[in-house]
């Protein structure tokens, strides 16, 4: 009797073990602001020296010019046989004017981020678009047994 209550309570607990793995994963990237920290940012008082050593430095930077910092982080979620999906993501966006002095804090999340179609031209490359009968036979005709300094390509000469 003993012994079918231990394997009848080791069997729930590999069963309950096993739920786990079910369970999705949960993970944070990114640099994430916390609300304290985006409280103590004056715009018109402080430069990008004060919000580096606020903040830290910066997830990424205005494309053109240093006139932007971004501060991302997101969350995701993933379960086992799927890709992971995006739970929440926050974008912290600081404008600076020309003399480095913040100008606008401007937070922003998964609501406003805007979808992104990739192009589908193909780039042409020069040359010739060549038929599988030119590719094997291009190269016949050629290279005279001359050239090469007197060496013969596959005769050890």
């Known amino acids: 009797m003993r012994v079918i209550r231990f394997q009848r309570a ?3 607990a590999a069963l309950l073990g096993g739920c786990s793995l079910l369970e999705p994963t949960v993970d944070a990237r990114g640099h994430r602001v916390e609300d304290y920290q985006l409280a103590e940012i004056v715009p018109g ?3 990008k020296a004060d919000i580096a050593a606020l903040l830290g ?6 494309p053109f010019g240093d006139d932007a910092w ?7 979620r993933s379960r ?8 929440r993501q926050t974008v912290v966006a600081i404008r600076f004017d020309e003399r480095g002095v913040v100008q606008k804090v401007e937070t922003l999340g998964l609501e406003d981020a805007q979808p992104v179609t990739p192009v589908a031209r193909v780039t042409p490359t020069p040359g010739n678009d060549r038929n599988l009968l030119q590719m094997l036979f291009g190269n016949i005709g050629r290279f005279s047994p001359g050239q090469g300094g007197g060496r013969v390509p596959g005769s050890g000469l």
């Not at 430095?57 to 205005?62: H, I, Q």
């Open 80 to 87: 086992v046989g799927s890709m992971p999906a995006v739970d």
């Open 70 to 76: 971004y501060y991302v982080s997101s969350t995701t």
């Open 10 to 12: 080791l069997a729930l």
């Open 45 to 47: 008082v402080q430069t």
């Open 57 to 62: 430095t910066p997830s990424t930077t205005a």
